[in-house]
């Protein structure tokens, strides 16, 4: 069974930084790309960035050049780093995997989600 576990939520005021960290665990053949999501109050579950495994990125347009995704794919892990956050960043963030558990399709799987708030 494979569990993604998300950490290093916070508090931090407006232009801190934050480092959230997820690892995949469990039975996992191979992770095909990760990522990170979040989702504010009254809002819709949103893309802040990605990954695949050949390290090509994807960053939603409000966060770049602020956030920063990396991997460490030997770890199945992966990262945000996040500087001169923003109270609009304020959200809930989850770490999403699509990887392979078993011979065949690729599934995707959720992490429970950690709370950043940034305070104005």
């Known amino acids: 069974q494979v569990q993604l576990v998300e950490s290093g939520g916070g508090l931090v005021q407006a232009g801190g930084s934050l480092r959230l960290s997820c690892a995949a665990s469990g039975s996992i053949l191979s992770i095909v790309d990760m990522g990170w999501y979040r989702q504010a109050p009254g809002k819709q579950r949103e893309l802040v960035a990605s990954m695949t495994s050949g390290h090509s990125t994807n960053y939603a347009d409000s966060v770049q050049g602020r956030l920063t995704i990396s991997r460490h794919n030997a770890e199945n892990a992966v990262y945000l780093q996040m500087n001169k956050l923003q109270p609009e960043d304020t959200a809930v963030y989850y770490c999403?995997?699509?990887?392979?558990?078993?011979?065949?399709?690729?599934?995707?799987?959720w992490g429970q989600g950690t709370q950043v708030t940034v305070s104005s």
């Open positions: 999403n995997a699509s990887l392979y558990a078993s011979v065949g399709a690729w599934e995707d799987y």
